[in-house]
């Protein structure tokens, strides 16, 4: 039977001499060797390699192939590309998830650059805030930490925000507001996030929204929103509940000066 040296099967099918010697230490291919050391690969082998070789352009890890060669039953090789179907799916789903999240933090970051102090009015979704910290201070309930690993781990479209209560707008009290992170009520939904005390809903519906830098502070205060809540007033609007701000980013301020500049997406709610 013809056989190909380890060189020329390189040569003709583009895989390297480290993957092929890769397959071979996991059991894979079995080549065998002439009194000159080289390896050989007879045509049986040529076919498993390219076997391989296409079931790695479908996503099946070098264990998954194993498996499906080791258990040849048709049945068992069916439940395995079942199951890498059902992940695969699971992959797109998350994919589409994370491009609608850069989508959405894109359009955040055109609102503080292109536009900064710039403002507009339009309904926002509701959101569900989780309380970190206060000025300086983590907060103390022990469930903090098990919501916040789960937020992080499980949710894509996740923000750094400040919360400032309605009652504690005008407030110069850095531990008038809280420091925590927020998702939005459909993430919420299509999470099936679980609620308590711990996690407060956010109604916003109506709002001004302000795109809003300022230098870096050792720990912000209600004051941030001094200058969009002149706006709300000078509109004739009133505020109608707690004021969200999504943190966006730390930039270099893009004049003479320098600097770095903090950058804020602030939501008050109106009516």
């Given at each position: 039977m013809k056989s190909y040296r380890i060189g020329r099967l390189v040569d003709e099918t583009g895989i390297t001499q480290d993957t092929?010697?890769?397959?071979?230490?996991q059991g894979i291919l079995t080549p065998y060797k002439k009194d000159s050391g080289y390896r050989y690969y007879d045509v049986p082998?040529?076919?498993t390699i390219m076997q391989i070789r296409y079931l790695r352009q479908l996503g099946f890890s070098v264990k998954e192939i194993l498996n499906m060669m080791e258990n040849s039953n048709p049945g068992k090789i069916v439940d395995i590309v079942d199951q890498k179907i059902e992940d695969t799916d699971k992959k797109i789903q998350r994919m589409k998830l994370v491009q609608e999240a850069l989508g959405n933090y894109s359009r955040l970051c055109h609102a503080v650059y292109e536009k900064p102090n710039k403002w507009i009015i339009e309904d926002c979704q509701d959101y569900y805030f989780l309380k970190h910290t206060t000025a300086a201070n983590f907060l103390g309930e022990a469930n903090v930490s098990k919501y916040l690993k789960s937020w992080i781990n499980e949710f894509i479209d996740i923000h750094i925000s400040l919360l400032i209560p309605e009652q504690k707008i005008y407030s110069e009290n850095e531990d008038d507001c809280f420091w925590g992170f927020s998702v939005t009520e459909e993430t919420a939904k299509m999470n099936n996030m679980v609620t308590d005390e711990l996690i407060q809903k956010i109604n916003l519906g109506k709002c001004l929204i302000y795109a809003y830098s300022q230098k870096p502070v050792e720990f912000s205060s209600p004051k941030i929103i001094k200058e969009p809540l002149d706006?709300?007033?000078?509109?004739?609007?009133?505020v109608a509940g707690d004021v969200l701000c999504h943190f966006v980013s730390q930039t270099t301020e893009r004049n003479k000066d320098g600097g770095d500049l903090e950058n804020y997406i602030i939501m008050i709610p109106i009516c």
């Open positions: 092929l010697k890769f397959y071979e230490r082998e040529c076919g706006i709300v007033a000078k509109l004739g609007y009133s």
